[in-house]
Nanobody, 132 residues
Framework: HVQLVESGGGSVKAGGSLRLSCKFSAPFREASRCMGWFRQPPGKQREGVAVRDTGMMGAPHIAYAEDVKGRFTISRDDDGFTLHLEMNSLKPEDTAMYYC??????????????????????WGQGTQVTVS
């Protein structure tokens, strides 16, 4: 399995911004079918935030959770190793442990599974984001 390491978390005031980064131990094209960001607020289950298909079968598909659309942007470096999550206009409800993940499960390309944590197979250790 590919190894993933997140960075960029921290504490920020409401309305502020943060940029999370995730470095893969192998190129995206070799490591996963889908990649993305998930978060787990205190006392709640993990939920999908932004997921990107690798686009090996065509143009990449990108899905965002409804409550982050227009505020968060998922992107990747041209080096093919680093995934980012640009977070703007942060709200207290965005407070959570954020995880980078990759999936080798073919189900991740199906629309109904775009933001489903259970189809992702590789996970980073997480980076805390606190908004107040």
């Amino acid at each position: 399995h590919v190894q993933l390491v997140e960075s960029g978390g921290g504490s920020v005031k409401a309305g502020g911004s943060l940029r999370l980064s995730c470095k893969f131990s192998a190129p995206f094209r070799e490591a996963s079918r889908c990649m993305g960001w998930f978060r787990q607020p205190p006392g709640k289950q993990r939920e999908g935030v932004a997921v990107r298909d690798t686009g090996m079968m065509g143009a990449p598909h990108i899905a965002y959770a409804e409550d982050v659309k227009g505020r968060f942007t998922i992107s990747r470096d041209d080096d093919g190793f680093t995934l980012h999550l640009e977070m703007n206009s942060l709200k207290p409800e965005d407070t959570a442990m954020y995880y980078c993940a990759g999936s080798l499960d073919g189900r991740c390309v199906w629309e109904k599974y775009y933001l489903a944590p259970h189809v992702f197979t590789d996970w980073g250790q997480g980076t805390q984001v606190t908004v107040s």
